[in-house]
């Protein structure tokens, strides 16, 4: 059996690589996205996706999952980071774009499920402030890719209408980059948005259940203080009755 000490420094390794494997896989959203804008911005964008398939390696080889679906998933998002990273340019290969699309949403999903202790662990203000940290990042990001939101103001219009789903349409994705930058922004602000409004929601039942529960308790108190009185009055009666 380890020792406690080796346990923990196990456990603070392990962590460790987590971390920069998700710093790693989130590297790899802007370079997808500076590719398409630039042609300029292929060399890094490969090297974001060689650097991010060999720390998920060295992650996966740290961790050692046990299960068999984990390390397949785990295994797949390696061999796609790697296919990304000798992929031909996005712009010049609708093959080499559909590849890093499929990339892109397990990158996605891997990203969501490191994350999901830390997003969905606090409470209502904790999760207000990861919604807005979240549509913060997608206005920034409509901001860079759209021509048509020119500040960060209208960027974060447009990241909110489009993770809520409102779709007001005075402002809409005209760039293939933006329009597929979209599609993110609506699977991953609008779970954090419904993560938020259910927080909230789940806040006021339960102040309400605590009202309830107020009211019966104070109910239940007072028909045992009821009762108490009744069983001293039939003592007492008992005690007249003995003397007599």
Known sequence: MPAPASTA??????????AAALLALLLTVPAFYAELVSPAHTAWAA??????AAVLMAAWLQEKPAHR??????ALLVAGLLAAALAPASYSSQAALALRLAVAFLTLLATVWGLRSWVTRGGVLYLMAVAFAVLLLCGAGFWWLEPRTPTLEQGLWLAFTTAATVGYGDIVPSTPASRIFAVFVVLLGYGVLTLATA????AWIETEERRIEREILRDLHHRLGALHDEVHALRAEQQQARAR
């Open 47 to 52: 090297a974001a996706y060689g650097l991010a």
């Open 9 to 18: 420094r196990q456990r603070k390794r392990t962590h460790a690589w987590q």
């Open 199 to 202: 927080a909230i929601a789940t």
């Open 69 to 74: 679906v984990v390390q397949a998933a785990h």
